[in-house]
């Protein structure tokens, strides 16, 4: 159910009313994700096989397309969005939309425009992400030993990553690391890429792996609860709950020995639903209104139906008429099936 409200943007000034979408357990959709493209340039082992098979190229959305949804959802009171993919740096053309979508910065329709990237393409963009008004990205980083980056991407390279980094640092990019914590593999790295983060200037965010598509590994072998791994880091730093949000659902602390801050996302160990402001829009046009729950909206038919956006408004009303209270992952050696078939990479995490 979507409620119009008025919105005051500063004391003595109005604007004209916005539509909020407000679900049904009360919860206010103000942050979009958008998956432009179910392409990578890692196959990053946690996340997808090593032989994808990936969409069509004729069965992805247009960039001007992918604009038009996105600014239905502005329009229906979304403030920020981020642009994932797969990769969304490898999507032909890219910028083209980044930078029609700035304009919604510029009018102030939206507070923020970011996206997630490996760092693959960041040398390449970084200045022209920055000239769009991008103020910060998430950039996933799961080990700082080049060898071991290599295994668990499989084809990617951590200098040219870390090149990335340092063209968007210099671009006047703010960094934060986002690391998938896996046991076996990262565990005992982690208190080190803290330190290393922050003595960057750089936010770390730990995740929790998610039973998201099949893959060639166990699950059960790579889950590393974060309740575990803070338990640790409290042994050797001072760890301080804060009530920092980025619009996301990563829960932080401060680390009083570097000064910097450190994010928990954790889907199995501590469900994060109940402040969930999300939906996400995938590169074909389908809406999840949950990352863990297959229940989805077709709006590529009702955008493609109409030059008016009457038929696609009331589409996504209806869905998030319907997104649900929370998801339901689960890892365990008994059912050893992911939580849902489809891979990370359709919807972007």
Do not use: M, W
């Given at each position: 159910m979507a409620i119009a409200r008025d919105v005051l943007d500063r004391p003595g000034a109005t604007r004209a009313p916005t539509t909020e979408m407000i679900d049904p357990f009360g919860r206010a959709v103000t942050y979009l994700r958008v998956s432009v493209t179910d392409r990578c340039d890692f196959r990053c082992v946690y996340c997808m096989a090593e032989n994808m098979t990936f969409l069509p190229r004729q069965d992805l959305l247009t960039l001007e397309e992918l604009d038009r949804l996105c600014t239905a959802f502005v329009e229906k009171g979304v403030r920020k969005l981020r642009l994932t993919g797969g990769e969304p740096l490898v999507r032909r053309n890219i910028m083209h939309l980044i930078h029609a979508l700035s304009r919604h910065l510029r009018s102030g329709a939206i507070d923020e425009l970011t996206l997630t990237t490996n760092g693959s393409q960041l040398a390449r963009f970084a200045d022209e992400l920055g000239d769009c008004g991008v103020e910060r990205i998430n950039v996933s980083l799961d080990t700082m030993d080049p060898d071991k980056f290599k295994a668990i991407t499989r084809w990617g390279d951590f200098a040219k990553v870390m090149a990335g980094i340092r063209a968007a640092q210099a671009a006047g990019i703010r960094i934060k690391l986002n690391a998938v914590a896996l046991k076996g593999f990262n565990d005992t790295e982690i208190p080190a890429m803290v330190e290393w983060a922050h003595g960057e200037g750089m936010d770390l965010t730990l995740i929790e792996t998610m039973p998201l598509g099949e893959i060639e590994g166990d699950r059960t072998d790579?889950?590393?609860?974060?309740?575990?791994?803070?338990?640790?880091?409290?042994?050797?730093?001072?760890l301080t709950?804060?009530?920092?949000?980025?619009?996301?659902?990563?829960r932080y602390v401060a680390v009083e020995e570097t000064g910097g801050k450190l994010g928990f996302i954790t889907p199995?160990?501590?469900?994060?639903?109940?402040s969930c402001n999300r939906v996400r829009l995938t590169c074909t046009g389908t809406l999840y209104m949950c990352l863990g729950q297959e229940d989805a909206a077709d709006l590529r038919t009702p955008?493609?139906?109409?030059?008016?956006?009457?038929?696609?408004?009331?589409?996504?009303?209806?869905?998030i008429g319907r997104k649900p209270k929370g998801h339901d992952f689960i890892i365990d050696r008994a059912t050893r099936k992911p939580a849902l078939s489809r891979h990370m990479s359709v919807t972007g995490g």
């Open positions: 790579q889950y590393l609860p974060l309740s575990e791994v803070r338990a640790n880091l409290a042994e050797r730093f001072t709950d804060i009530p920092d949000k980025t619009g996301g659902p990563a199995l160990t501590h469900n994060f639903c109940e955008l493609r139906a109409s030059e008016s956006n009457a038929l696609l408004s009331n589409a996504i009303d209806e869905a």
